[in-house]
């Protein structure tokens, strides 16, 4: 059983965009992370919270589910 971690290049390498949201739907808390920071930040190699150990909702403090979005292609990637 092993399963390949992401890590913030592999998400950036697959152009996706990497969110979180609150698992309490009358929250609705949500936010999408800038992977291009995140890499400036902690490197490339930085695998990704697997459970939720670590973040809670900015607005309940609930568990949040992490999630990747595919991005919108853009004409000129820069
Ligand atoms: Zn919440």
């Known amino acids: 059983m092993s399963t390949r971690p992401w890590t913030l290049g592999t998400i950036r390498d697959m152009n996706l965009q990497l969110e979180a949201a609150c698992v309490e739907p009358s929250c609705g808390w949500f936010t999408t992370y800038d992977i291009d920071k995140m890499i ?3 490197g490339a190699d930085c695998e990704l919270p ?3 150990g670590g973040l ?3 607005q309940c403090g609930a568990p949040v589910d ?3 979005a595919a991005k919108a292609k853009r ?3 820069g």
Request: proline share 0%.
């Open 66 to 68: 992490f999630g990747l």
């Open 50 to 52: 697997t459970d939720a």
């Open 56 to 58: 809670t909702c900015g």
């Open 75 to 77: 004409a000129a990637a």
């Open 40 to 42: 400036t930040e902690f």
